[in-house]
Nanobody
Framework: QVQLVESGGGLVQAGGSLRLSCVASGRASSSAAMAWFRQAPGKEREFVAAISWSGGTRSYAESVKGRFTISRDNAKTTVYLQTNSLTPEDTAVYYC????????????????WGQGTQVTVSS
C-alpha cells in the first residue's frame, strides 16, 4: 500500500500564492506518475496537473496553465504544486494521486489518493 499526505493548504487572498506538498510513503514508487486534482463544493473532481516519474513530462489543466507549477523530488518521494495568482475559482480541496504509469488527466488511472488539503481563496 501507498500512503499520501498533502499539506500546505490554507486561506489566502486573491492574487496570493500557496505551495502544496504531498509526501508518499509505504510501497511508494518513484517510477510512477503523480498528479494533483481538486474538488470544489458541489462539483466533480477535476484534473489540475500531472508529472512523469522523471519530471520531464508535465501537463496542466487549461484553467491553471501559466499560474501553477508541478514538480517532484523522487529522493523525498514528494510532489509539489506551486500555485500563483490564485482566484476564488481555485477554492477547492486539492488531492494528490499516484500509481499511474504515465501522466494522465483521468482520475481512474491513479491507484492511490491522499485525504486532501483545503485551499480557500478570498476575494
Amino acid at each position: 500500500q501507498v500512503q499520501l499526505v498533502e499539506s500546505g493548504g490554507g486561506l489566502v487572498q486573491a492574487g496570493g500564492s500557496l505551495r502544496l506538498s504531498c509526501v508518499a510513503s509505504g510501497r511508494a514508487s518513484s517510477s510512477a506518475a503523480m498528479a494533483w486534482f481538486r474538488q470544489a463544493p458541489g462539483k466533480e473532481r477535476e484534473f489540475v496537473a500531472a508529472i512523469s516519474w522523471s519530471g520531464g513530462t508535465r501537463s496542466y489543466a487549461e484553467s491553471v496553465k501559466g499560474r501553477f507549477t508541478i514538480s517532484r523530488d523522487n529522493a523525498k518521494t514528494t510532489v509539489y504544486l506551486q500555485t500563483n495568482s490564485l482566484t476564488p475559482e481555485d477554492t477547492a480541496v486539492y488531492y494528490c494521486a499516484t500509481g499511474a504509469r504515465i501522466p494522465s488527466d483521468s482520475p481512474g488511472r491513479y491507484n492511490y489518493w491522499g485525504q486532501g488539503t483545503q485551499v480557500t481563496v478570498s476575494s
